[in-house]
């Protein structure tokens, strides 16, 4: 059993800065590639990030770009979202989500286990 928990939402002035956590248990985490995805109200479920296995290759959507940064930690099973100058369109649940593959993908599809999600607000 996969399980995927997220960590570090919250509530946020606009400009400022989160970083959320993903723990990973369950599977070996080293041979899977990780991503974030957000969904905020009203709105379907949308990428954010993605990390290959290794670490040495990321992707973002380009709403987040320069501003989100993923990274990941095989060591310890995790998984993080560093996101600065946050904005209002950011409010969503964010969820991570492991891939069976080394390399990253924007599909939600493409990814077979998911965690409950974390909330982030970001107000004006």
């Known amino acids: 059993q996969v399980q995927l928990v997220e960590s570090g939402g919250g509530s946020v002035q606009a400009g400022g800065s989160l970083r959320l956590s993903c723990a990973a248990s369950?599977?070996?985490?080293?041979?899977?590639?990780m991503g974030w995805f957000r969904q905020g109200p009203g709105k379907e479920r949308e990428f954010v990030a993605a990390i290959s296995r290794s670490g040495s290759s990321t992707y973002y959507a380009d709403s987040v770009k320069g501003r989100f940064t993923i990274s990941r930690d095989n060591a310890k099973n995790t998984v993080a979202l560093q996101m600065n100058s946050l904005k209002p369109e950011d409010t969503a649940s964010y969820y991570c989500?492991?891939?069976?593959?080394?390399?990253?993908?924007?599909?939600?599809?493409?990814?077979?286990?998911w965690g409950q999600g974390t909330q982030v607000t970001v107000s004006s």
């Open positions: 369950g599977r070996i985490f080293s041979s899977v590639a």
């Open positions: 989500a492991s891939r069976p593959s080394s390399f990253t993908s924007r599909y939600a599809s493409d990814y077979d286990y």
